[in-house]
C-alpha cells in the first residue's frame, strides 16, 4: 500500500509526500520490539527507494511516535507531524527554563542545529539541559512564538529535500516526556538506530535494482559489477532480518552492539553498491537520469549520519570485552 501510494506522488516535495502519508495512516509502522520490526524496517526501505529525503523526514515522524509510546508522552495531536532533533554539536545546546520532571511544562532557550524539516513540521521532539546540567527531551510545538527557523545554513546538494536548519527557541512552551536521562537510557534508541541502517538499505538496493533494470543486454563487465553487488546486498539483507528477530525476542535487551553492526554493514554494502553502480553504468544516468542522480548525490550525505571510525572502536571495544567470537 505504501508503494502504491507514493507512486502516485509528485518526487519534488517531500514535506508534501510526508504530509499525505501520515494523512492516508502510512505513519503507523508497527514500534519496534513488538513482534513486527522487519515490517517496519521493509516499510521505511521502501520509503528509501522512492526519496532519500522523504525518508529521512518519515523516518524522524515515525521515530517520534515511537518514542512517546516509550516514553509515555501520551497521544500525538491528530494530523501532526514529527521531528527528532537529538544531535549535540558543540555550540548548539538548548537549554531549559523552569523546573523540569516528566510531562512538566518548561520553556526553551538556544538554538538546535540539524533539524531536519525544520519548517514543514508542526512538533518535534528535542534534546534540552537543565540548570544543573541534567539531559531531557521535550516535545515542542512548532506553530508559536519562541520558535523561529533560521535560514542559510544547509549548502550540500545532496538531502538539501530535508529542509534541514537551525531553530532558534525563545521562550518557547515545551513539554519533558519520560524523566531525565530516559530518552538515551530507553530500549528504543538502539532499535532506532538500527532501523537508520533499513533506510541506508532501501536506497543500496534501489540502486541494485536499477543495475538489474539498466537497457541492453549486459555484457561481461556489468554482470561482474552486479555480482558484486549481490553479494554485498545480501549479506547485509540477511544481517537486518536476523538483527530483527533478536530485537523482536529481546525487546528490552541491550541492542547498542546490534545496531552499530547493522549500521555499519550497511554504510560498508552502500559505498560497495554505489561504487559499482557509478563504475557500471556510466556517466549516462548520472547526467540523464534525475532519480539515479539524485540517489547518488544524496545518499553519501545521509551515510554521514554514522559515526564511521567511532562506532567502528566502540563495537571493537564491545567484541574484546564480550570474547564471544564468531564460531559458525
Known amino acids: 500500500m505504501i508503494t502504491a501510494c507514493l507512486g502516485k506522488a509528485a518526487i519534488e516535495a517531500p514535506p508534501a509526500m510526508l504530509a499525505q502519508l501520515v494523512a492516508a495512516g502510512l505513519d503507523l509502522l508497527p514500534f519496534p520490539g513488538r513482534g513486527s520490526t ?43 507531524v514529527w521531528g527528532v532533533w537529538c544531535a549535540e554539536p558543540p555550540g548548539a545546546r538548548v537549554s531549559i527554563e523552569g523546573s523540569p520532571a516528566p510531562g512538566a511544562a518548561v ?11 525544520a519548517a ?14 541534567r539531559p531531557w527531551l521535550v516535545a515542542v510545538a512548532m506553530r508559536q512564538d519562541g520558535v523561529r527557523v533560521l535560514q542559510g545554513g544547509w549548502q550540500a546538494v545532496g538531502m538539501a529535500s530535508t529542509g534541514t536548519a537551525e531553530v532558534a527557541f525563545s521562550g518557547a512552551e515545551a513539554f519533558c516526556v ?25 536506497a543500496a538496493a534501489e540502486l541494485g535494482r536499477m543495475m538489474q533494470s539498466a537497457g541492453g543486454e549486459p555484457d561481461a563487465h556489468r554482470l561482474a559489477h552486479l555480482g558484486a ?28 552492539a546490534l545496531a552499530m553492526r547493522v549500521r555499519l554493514a550497511v554504510e560498508a554494502a552502500a559505498t560497495v553498491v554505489m561504487r559499482h553502480a557509478g563504475e557500471a553504468l556510466g556517466a549516462r544516468p548520472f547526467c540523464l537520469d534525475r532519480k539515479f542522480a539524485r ?14 571510525r567511532r562506532d567502528e572502536a566502540a563495537l571493537g571495544r564491545i567484541a574484546h570485552d564480550r570474547q564471544q567470537g564468531w564460531a559458525l
Open 38 to 80: 522487519l515490517l517496519r524496517w521493509q516499510m521505511l526501505a521502501a520509503v528509501a527507494a522512492h526519496d532519500l529525503s522523504l525518508v529521512k523526514l518519515y523516518e524522524g515522524h515515525t521515530d517520534a511516535l515511537a518514542i512517546l509510546a516509550e516514553l509515555e508522552g501520551g497521544p500525538p495531536p491528530p494530523g501532526s
Open 107 to 117: 520553556r526553551l532557550q538556544g538554538v538546535k542545529a540539524w533539524c531536519s524539516g
Open 120 to 133: 514543514d513540521v508542526s512538533h518535534a521532539l528535542v534534546s534540552a539541559w537543565d540548570a544543573d546540567g
Open 178 to 202: 519520560g524523566a531525565s536521562g530516559a530518552y538515551v537510557q530507553r530500549p528504543g534508541f538502539w532499535h532506532g538506530g538500527a532501523g537508520i541502517g533499513a533506510c541506508w538499505y532501501g
Open 229 to 256: 553487488v549481490d553479494c554485498a546486498l545480501s549479506a547485509v539483507r540477511a544481517l537486518l532480518h536476523s538483527s530483527a528477530a533478536v530485537i523482536d525476542a529481546e525487546p528490552s535487551g541491550d541492542a547498542m
Open 295 to 308: 540517489l547518488m548525490a544524496d545518499l553519501p550525505v545521509f551515510l554521514r549520519q554514522s559515526h564511521a
